[in-house]
């Protein structure tokens, strides 16, 4: 018995039961990228307090052997009936008259969690992103997320020299735009859930194909070193 097993609330809805059964089993550290299909993923939010901001938009895309599946790609507008015309409004663009047009919440998360199960999942800061989702997934299905993650900014940390740490206390991981601009690249629709995770996914491929000619060999899941964050 795990320890996933142990602390599994009683009675789950089958979508959450699935995503457990199905994330179960972490992939080896010496599995090679390309043996596997990340989902990129990207969130907008109204702010950036789990406890209290709610999601606005999800998107998604797949990248398979070194290629970007775009008829994969998924994206979702979130119903929040309290959306506020904040500070947020003006990165995202996404107005409290366009919200409330989304599909509710749980409805979304029941259609997202069966793309994440199991699944490598990779983004751009997508620390935060994952604590919303996992935030609402324990709100509507009283389960956690517990994917493999890679953070694409601390990738471009690993393998840019622009960006390598410096040993300063104070140093961030770059933004997405910091990134893009290095590697010489638009940046699709900025603060878009759909567009960011498609430059997500291209700057993914990038630093991933840097790693690969790095090391003269297929890329594995330990070579992306502190780039993966565990939840």
């Known amino acids: ?6 602390f ?32 990129v993923l990207d969130a907008e939010t109204t702010g950036f307090d789990v406890g209290i901001d709610r999601l606005l938009s999800i998107a998604t895309v797949e990248v398979q052997d070194r290629e970007m599946v775009v008829e994969s790609s998924r994206q979702w507008l979130v119903y929040q009936s309290e959306a506020a015309a904040n500070e947020a409004v ?55 997320l517990h994917n493999m993650v890679v953070d694409t900014a601390l990738l471009a940390m690993q393998e840019m ?10 140093q961030r991981p770059p933004s997405l735009d910091d990134v893009c601009s290095q590697l010489n690249i638009p940046a699709h629709e900025r603060h878009t859930a759909g567009g960011d995770a498609f430059t ?27 780039a993966r964050l565990h939840l």
């Open 1 to 6: 018995m795990s320890l996933l097993d142990l």
């Open 8 to 39: 599994r609330p009683k009675d789950l809805e089958p979508v959450a039961s699935d995503y457990l059964e199905r994330t179960r089993h972490k992939p080896k550290r010496k599995t090679q990228l390309r043996s596997l299909t990340p989902v």
């Open 90 to 144: 003006s990165v995202h663009g996404i107005l409290p008259s366009e919200t409330a047009s989304g599909r509710p919440e749980r409805e979304v998360m029941a259609e997202l969690l069966p793309l994440l199960a199991g699944r490598l999942i990779v983004g751009h800061h997508i620390g935060f992103d994952m604590k919303m989702l996992s935030h609402a997934a324990h709100a509507h299905f009283r389960i956690r």
């Open 161 to 170: 020299e622009a960006f390598k740490q410096t040993g300063y206390p104070n």
């Open 200 to 226: 997500t996914a291209e700057v993914f491929l990038i630093l991933c194909g840097r790693l690969r000619q790095r090391l003269g060999r297929p890329v594995e899941l330990r070579d992306l070193g502190s």
